[in-house]
């Protein structure tokens, strides 16, 4: 997904004080113990599909990199990242394992710049499209599987889950859409970019990297990706209740 270009003991330092104000929220609310560990299966979900849709739009492109690492697997272990996948759990949003590329090795189709912003945007849209999968699942269960068996514990857990999953798939696919290095979103609109930004926006790179380590501890990126996150749920949902006829 992404690489730190600073000193990554400054994240660590974060995680820290999120985890440690976490857990004294779990010790007091045993309910959102509950929550996270409902909330494990989607993240999995989400940085798994999120890495493997990067190294194989890479793949597809010409570049063999990530098939040559392994990384073209549907295997959470080869693509979790420590560090993102706590931020997943505990503040929302987060990242996996950089899927790495080579675009030197991209089809002479398109230039290495267009063939970046697809390999970047793969990931964010792959999480969306996962979310509507999910979205129809739930559909499909809240339809078809019975009162019974929705109103059964197996039921809800399996209800909780799967709106865990949506939720947290449409979090990770917006919040990496953000234009600022080192999200997804700073590679997708370079091609949009004129000569001059481009180089403005290659040469403060570092700048950058410092603006979204603040928006992301003053929790301006939550505020951010609010109003998206928003607009896509409510059109995943009723684009669901429509097909279901709810």
Known sequence: MFNFSFDRRIIYIIIAIMVLSTVVEY????GALFSLLVSIPGVLIAITFHEFAHGYTAYKLGDNTAKNEGRLSLNPLDHLDPIGT??????????????????????RKISMEKGEAIVSVAGPLTNIIL??????????????????????????????????????????????????????????IMPFLPYNAKQWFRNNETIFYIVFVVIW????????????INWITTGIMKLTQIIFGF
């Not at 759990?89 to 090795?105: D, E, R, S």
């Not at 889950?161 to 696919?173: D, E, K, M, P």
């Not at 501890?217 to 998206?228: D, F, Q, R, V």
């Open 27 to 30: 010790v007091a609310n045993p």
């Open 86 to 107: 706590l931020m997943l759990l505990f503040a929302g949003f987060g990242w996996g394992k950089p899927v790495h590329v080579n675009p030197t090795q991209y089809t």
């Open 131 to 188: 979310a509507f999968i999910l979205a129809l699942i739930y559909g499909a269960l809240a339809k078809f599987a019975g009162v019974q068996f929705l109103a059964s514990t197996i039921g809800n857990v399996t209800q909780l889950v799967l709106g865990s999953a949506i939720a947290i798939n449409i979090g990770l696919g917006v919040f990496n859409l953000i234009p600022l290095p080192p999200l997804d979103g700073s590679k997708i």
């Open 217 to 228: 501890i003053t929790g301006i990126a939550s505020l951010i990706i609010a109003p998206p």
